[in-house]
């Protein structure tokens, strides 16, 4: 009997075939492959204009190029030439006080606004918008109004001279020393809100157990926030400095819009430097330098934060 069944089985085995894949048919096909025809065209020319002309100004930055791209081989020549003016030392120095206040005042004010609104008060709801609506605006928007309310002929100091307070001033706008400090402000304006999201996104996300069990310890709201909420918030705090480093690094638009990089030179930062003896001086290759240097700059700041989210994903 065991035999039998045993024949009967091999047989039945035998005798069975795999089912063939059944190809898709025509609809199905186009179906998959219209998204990759719509998406090429975008996916071409980003790959043109973004990373091709990157490649290109690369090049630039190693050949004598002035008024036109020219191919003649130059080495590290624009380079040398770039750290020995002494506008692109004022440019730095000015993108070191710029972002390292923008930074910080920005991230300050954003965690502050943050746990005011994490507090669940009233009125959360339309204090937020509110907040964030500087961040809809475009930087040249932004720059061409707060131009205006600093102007001394103008605004802020006219304003307080109508009304009868002769002795106010602030004239920053128009001072070397301190006309640095006005797109500080104009860009913590605009950015603090959005550092406000991220940071409240991170405070919404953290475990209420947590904070119930550090209360029935005894623990105050001091040391809660500082040992307990803030450390977890660490990832907001590494996307924000990565998205502001960004923004401070590759500001163009607000400094032209609110001091045009003066008066003199005391606004100049990279951006504005780089497109000044590109198309104004006719020094593209020294102007393809610059954009290469500000290019590692962000790339340095880029890269191990994408390493770092990836290995985590991982």
Same mark, same amino acid.
């Given at each position: 009997?065991? %035999?039998? &069944?045993?024949?009967?089985? %091999?047989?039945m085995a035998a005798d069975y075939q795999a089912p063939t894949a059944v190809k898709p048919?025509?609809?199905?096909?186009? &179906?998959?492959? $219209?998204?990759?025809? %719509?998406?090429? =065209?975008?996916?071409a020319l980003i790959l043109v204009f973004v990373y091709g002309f990157i490649i290109f100004s690369v090049y630039l930055s190693f050949t004598g190029s002035r008024i036109l791209p020219v191919y003649d081989w130059v080495g590290l020549e624009n380079y040398e030439k770039l750290f020995q003016l002494r506008h692109w030392s004022i440019a730095i120095k000015n993108l070191g006080i710029f972002a390292g206040l923008y930074i910080a005042i920005c991230t300050a004010i954003g965690l502050s606004l943050a746990i005011f609104?994490? &507090?669940? *008060?009233?009125?959360?709801?339309? @204090? +937020?918008? *509110?907040?964030?609506?500087?961040? /809809?605006?475009s930087f040249i928007v932004t720059g061409t109004a707060w131009k205006w309310f600093l102007d001394p002929g103008i605004g802020l100091e006219h304003t307080m001279h109508l009304w009868g307070w002769e002795s106010f001033e602030f004239d920053w706008i128009k001072n070397?020393?301190?006309a640095i400090y006005t797109v500080v402000i104009a860009a913590v304006w605009q950015t603090s !809100?959005?550092?406000?999201?991220?940071?409240? /996104? !991170?405070? +919404?996300? #953290?475990?209420n157990e947590i904070l119930k069990a /550090? &209360? $029935?310890? !005894? /623990?105050?709201?001091?040391?809660?926030? +500082? +040992? #307990?909420?803030? =450390?977890? @918030?660490? =990832?907001a705090f590494l996307s924000a400095f990565v998205i502001l480093s960004h923004l401070a690094i590759k500001s163009y638009d607000l400094v032209v819009a609110l001091t045009g990089g003066g008066p003199g030179r005391a606004t100049e930062v990279p951006a504005t430097f780089m497109y000044s003896y590109t198309f104004t001086r006719n020094q593209m290759g020294i102007g393809a330098s610059?954009? %290469? $240097?500000?290019?590692?700059?962000?790339?340095?700041?880029?890269? =191990?934060?994408?390493?770092?989210? @990836?290995?985590?994903?991982?």
């Open positions: 009997m065991m %035999v039998d &069944q045993t024949t009967s089985s %091999v047989a048919d025509l609809r199905t096909r186009l &179906q998959n492959l $219209i998204p990759k025809l %719509v998406l090429s =065209p975008s996916l609104l994490d &507090q669940k *008060i009233r009125g959360e709801g339309f @204090l +937020r918008p *509110i907040f964030l609506y500087p961040m /809809a605006l070397r020393d301190f !809100g959005f550092v406000m999201a991220m940071f409240l /996104a !991170g405070l +919404r996300g #953290i475990d /550090a &209360q $029935i310890d !005894g /623990a105050s709201n001091w040391n809660m926030y +500082r +040992r #307990i909420i803030i =450390p977890q @918030l660490r =990832p610059s954009a %290469v $240097i500000m290019l590692m700059t962000i790339a340095a700041i880029m890269v =191990p934060y994408l390493y770092a989210e @990836l290995r985590e994903k991982k």
